[in-house]
């Protein structure tokens, strides 16, 4: 069986996933069969996996780094969040239940033996098993039941190394505090500690390591420097989607609510000749835009009422009578027909709700969810289009007569009289390198990038910034056989 070890955070957001990304190409580069695995995910940005189910995006390019096809093994729970006290919970890649969050507390339990089970099936297929914890094992207040950090630790018998974000300031109460209101067992686990997004000279940070290693008695495996082509690679959260101004061509997305599925925007991002502006609640659609792009939802009935409240309809109006171009996916594509009707109260209360209108066609909400990796042609050029569907709802009407996706002879999505509007349920599309030149180019702008090419580049040079820092041989040596 393989060796195993977890990545475990002081805190949230501090660069557990990069992090374990970049150790699965490093190691994978020494020879080795690496898999990833992230017992509970937080969610809207869902991966379709080869085996027909969904994960975090996260644990998707790690398991590109790691040069393996995703699975829904490498991320068995995934919760995904529809409202601010409830979430859609994905099991071994299929809906379990949407439950509240004091009724998902109560579900946990079960969930451990599917977790453990997917673990043990990866487990059989590599040498090293990089799990990624979920927010800190501080979170004392979560430990009954915990499935995420030391309760999977526990039940796995995996040793675990404690990650800190010193771009945050206070790096060393952040680790030194977390062991101290640990259990004596939890605390135990740990082995070592990294320090993670310094700036500077790492240097300067020398007495502080000395510091946490008396405090603690852990060894220090190093100080990783920020990484400054993380840009580069796909975001995870939401709150990583940021504004792009490099280029003259402009694309205007409004981030909605429950925004899902914004892999879309990675590729436009990474565009030399392309801006990408994230617009905020509050602030106007703008006039310079050349496209306006609505992304994807995990609720899409409330996310048009935030747009709606935020005055973006109206923008949006102005837009087209300017001549502007709109791209709706999924969500977004759904918004933008006459109306969407959810009679059995997928989203809410039953009933349907008046869409945009700026595409005829109308969505009607169904419970099954409809999860694919598809192969799509783009009907003005020809050129193939590689995505995936992960989606509620059929959409159908007037427009979709002007698909402009052909998917083994399937019309897939719906344009506008004038072409100048236009949705489709593909995720993904623009990582295909002749289909966003060949969009790009009928807006008048023009594709720079190699995407796939980038993305696989910046995972080598991440693999040799974590080689370069950190001390893998005594990661590795610290990784133990799952006692499971």
Not at 180 to 189: E, G, K, M, N
Not at 293 to 307: F, Y
């Amino acid at each position: 069986m393989a060796k195993s070890i977890m990545i475990q955070g002081a805190g949230s957001n501090v660069g557990k996933s990069m992090l374990v990304a970049g150790l699965a190409r490093a190691f994978a580069n020494r020879g080795l069969a690496v898999a990833p695995f992230k017992p509970q995910n937080m969610s809207n940005n869902a991966a379709v996996t080869e085996d027909g189910g969904e994960i975090g995006r996260a644990q998707a390019l790690q398991a590109m780094a790691a040069g393996r096809p995703a699975h829904t093994d490498m991320n068995p729970v995934l919760l995904k969040p529809e409202t601010d006290i409830g979430a859609q919970v994905i099991v071994q890649g299929k809906r379990f239940a949407t439950l509240r969050a004091r009724d998902y507390a109560k579900a946990k339990p079960q969930l451990l033996t599917p977790t453990l089970d997917s673990f043990r099936r990866l487990c059989s297929t590599a040498d090293l098993v990089l799990v990624e914890g979920a927010g800190s094992p501080a979170e004392i207040n979560l430990r009954a039941g915990d499935i995420a950090n030391m309760g999977f630790a526990e039940a796995a018998g995996v040793p675990v190394v404690l990650v800190g974000d010193i771009d945050r300031g206070g790096v060393i109460a952040q680790i030194v505090g977390t062991q101290t209101i640990l259990t004596d067992s939890d605390a135990a686990r740990i082995k070592a500690f990294a320090i993670n997004k310094f700036r500077g000279d790492v240097r300067l940070f020398d007495e502080g390591l000395a510091e946490i290693s008396r405090r603690t008695g852990w060894p220090s495996l190093g100080v990783l420097p920020w990484f400054a082509e993380a840009w580069r690679l796909p975001a995870e959260d939401v709150m990583d989607i940021r504004s792009t101004p490099s280029g003259a061509f402009k694309v205007a997305v409004p981030r909605l609510n429950r925004i899902a599925n914004f892999d879309d925007l990675d590729p436009l991002s990474s565009e030399p000749g392309v801006s990408v502006e994230i617009i905020e609640a509050g602030q106007p659609l703008p006039g310079d835009a050349d496209l306006v792009l609505l992304p994807g939802s995990k609720s899409t009935i409330a996310d048009l009422a935030h747009v709606r409240a935020q005055g973006w309809d109206i923008d949006l109006m102005a837009h087209i009578r300017r001549g502007g171009h709109v791209l709706g996916i999924c969500g977004g594509y759904q918004m933008l027909g006459r109306e969407i009707a959810d009679p059995d109260g997928i989203e809410g209360a039953p009933g349907s709700v008046p869409g945009l209108g700026h595409l005829d066609v109308v969505t009607v909400m169904k419970p099954e969810k409809h999860l694919a990796l598809t192969r799509a042609t783009y009907r003005p050029t020809g050129d193939t289009v590689q995505g995936y569907e992960i989606h509620l709802g059929e959409t159908t009407g007037p427009d979709c007569a002007r698909a402009w996706l052909d998917v083994s002879g399937r019309n897939e999505g719906a344009a506008s009289a004038s072409g100048r509007v236009r949705g489709c349920y593909l995720h993904g599309l623009f990582a295909s390198d002749p289909f966003r030149a060949a969009f790009l180019a009928g807006l008048g702008a023009a594709s720079e990038l190699a995407y796939g090419e980038d993305v696989d580049k910046t995972l080598d040079a991440l693999a040799a910034h974590v080689e370069a820092h950190l001390h893998l041989d005594l990661l590795f040596d610290l990784a133990e056989t799952p006692t499971l």
